[in-house]
């Protein structure tokens, strides 16, 4: 199976400034068909996951474009150009390139200072 | 707009079994693959299972094969997940989630203790 390491596990960020979270896998993550399928996902407290990014870097409907995601291969980025007090949760990153089982990092805490 | 609402959800003596609804809304149902994602308390997301549109083929975490059941009607817009021989560590919120990820609902709890 392929694992994703995140990091850091905690990320504690002053509002107007960057953020930046790297997730790692222990493979490359480009699929047979030349796509790479590594999303990011936002979990606010109490609520359910949400899509942010898919294949690597395409910001999904109504993400704010503070939020950007880079990388290739095996190393990959989630960063929010100035953070806001409502970008506060739990972040994921999740691939589908080699599933099943698709598998998700285990999370990286944004919290404000 | 997409709707994805679950329920089935409840408190269940391990070895026990449940089965979780998630009715679908807002889009065309039958040309989705769906799958269930669960989130064990204060722990992070793990995929379970995984429905092709028509619902031929499915997919299996290790850790639920040959317990649990996904299957879907397409004629309702519903997908389901059919949970046996439960055990303590099956206990998280279960989110069912459109292909890729792309939308979820908002969770039913299941909770496996004595």
């Known amino acids: 199976d392929v694992v994703l390491t995140q990091s850091p596990l905690s990320l504690p960020v002053t509002p107007g400034q960057p953020a930046s979270i790297s997730c790692r896998s222990s493979?490359?993550?480009?699929?047979?068909?030349?796509?790479?399928?590594l999303s990011w996902f936002q979990q606010r407290p109490g609520q359910s996951p949400r899509r942010l990014i898919y294949?690597?870097?395409n910001r999904d409907s109504g993400v704010p474009d503070r939020f950007s995601g880079s990388g290739s291969g095996t190393d990959f980025t989630l960063k929010i150009s100035r953070v806001e007090a409502e970008d506060v949760g739990l972040y994921y990153c999740m691939q589908g390139s080699h599933w099943p089982p698709v598998t998700f990092g285990g999370g990286t805490k944004v919290e404000i200072k | 707009e997409v709707q994805l609402v679950e329920s089935g959800g409840g408190l269940v003596q391990p070895g026990g079994s449940l089965r979780l609804s998630c009715a679908a809304s807002g889009f065309t149902f039958s040309t989705y693959d769906m799958n269930w994602v669960r989130q064990a308390p204060g722990k992070g997301l793990e995929w379970v299972s995984d429905?092709?549109?028509?619902?031929?083929?499915?997919y299996y975490a290790e850790s639920v094969k040959g317990r649990f059941t996904i299957s879907r009607d397409n004629t309702k817009s519903s997908l389901y997940l059919q949970m046996d021989s439960l055990r303590a560590e099956d206990t998280a919120v279960y989110y069912c989630?459109?292909?890729?990820?792309?939308?979820w609902g908002q969770g039913t709890m299941v909770t496996v203790s004595s």
């Open positions: 493979q490359s993550l480009v699929h047979s068909d030349g796509n790479t399928y």
């Open positions: 989630a459109r292909t890729n990820m792309a939308f």
């Open positions: 429905i092709t549109s028509s619902g031929s083929s499915t």
């Open positions: 294949k690597v870097s």
